[in-house]
């Protein structure tokens, strides 16, 4: 059996919790998100703890256990306190840029054109940027899954160059660098 599968989530007290027809919805201060369950998977709500438990134990069932914990708990985490990534433009002249409106960041990565994204609304973004210091991109959301992807859409736009260390990256991430051409001397 699943031992992650197995614990008990603790709901807060600002949380609202519904369940109907396989579709869990999670309400908090931050937002609302909602989750299709799949599989033979039963959750019981009583005494603000939420317990899953398998109907049958089959291979599948066993497998997607603990997963649907961790994302129940994921969700409950998002709508109380948010989640954040944060990511940065390393490079002479890369530059991103909030429109007034907060509907648009428009990136100048090295190419001949300017890059345009639109922000959906469940997304906040904020720019840092600090003399002498690369521009910092701080993507915050409530819901875990679309803020990674997002983030990763972000980082696709300039990958960072193994060989100079140019590009988008998150803070944080290591880049492993590779040795450029060297030319040997003849004697």
Same mark, same amino acid.
């Given at each position: 059996?699943?031992?992650?599968?197995?614990?008990?989530?603790?709901?807060?007290h600002?949380?609202?919790?519904k369940?109907?027809?396989n579709?869990?919805?999670?309400?908090?201060p931050?937002?609302?998100?909602?989750?299709?369950?799949i599989?033979?998977l039963?959750i019981?709500?009583?005494?603000?703890k939420i317990?899953?438990?398998?109907?049958?134990?089959?291979?599948y *069932?066993?497998s997607?256990?603990?997963?649907?914990?961790?994302?129940i708990?994921n969700?409950?985490?998002?709508?109380?306190?948010?989640?954040?990534?944060?990511?940065e433009?390393?490079?002479?002249?890369?530059?991103v840029?909030?429109d007034n409106?907060?509907?648009?960041?428009a990136?100048?990565?090295g190419?001949?054109h *300017?890059?345009v994204?639109?922000?959906?609304?469940e997304?906040?973004v904020?720019i840092?940027?600090?003399?002498?210091?690369?521009?910092r991109?701080?993507?915050?959301?409530?819901?875990?899954?679309?803020l990674?992807?997002?983030?990763?859409?972000i980082?696709?736009l300039?990958?960072?160059?193994p060989?100079?260390?140019?590009?988008?990256?998150?803070?944080n991430?290591y880049i492993?660098?590779?040795a450029?051409?060297?030319?040997?001397?003849?004697?």
């Amino acid at each position: 059996m699943s031992r992650i599968g197995k614990r008990t989530i603790i709901i807060p007290h600002n949380i609202l919790i519904k369940i109907n027809k396989n579709v869990l919805y999670v309400t908090g201060p931050l937002g609302t998100l909602d989750m299709k369950l799949i599989g033979d998977l039963q959750i019981e709500n009583e005494d603000n703890k939420i317990t899953i438990k398998r109907i049958y134990n089959n291979k599948y *069932n066993k497998s997607i256990h603990g997963l649907y914990r961790m994302l129940i708990k994921n969700m409950i985490r998002g709508v109380l306190y948010g989640f954040k990534k944060e990511l940065e433009l390393k490079g002479v002249g890369y530059k991103v840029a909030l429109d007034n409106d907060k509907q648009f960041l428009a990136f100048n990565l090295g190419y001949s054109h *300017n890059i345009v994204i639109n922000l959906p609304k469940e997304l906040k973004v904020e720019i840092q940027n600090e003399k002498n210091q690369n521009t910092r991109l701080i993507l915050r959301s409530y819901d875990k899954q679309f803020l990674g992807i997002f983030a990763a859409k972000i980082r696709s736009l300039r990958k960072p160059d193994p060989y100079k260390g140019k590009g988008i990256r998150y803070i944080n991430e290591y880049i492993i660098k590779k040795a450029g051409k060297t030319t040997v001397k003849s004697k």
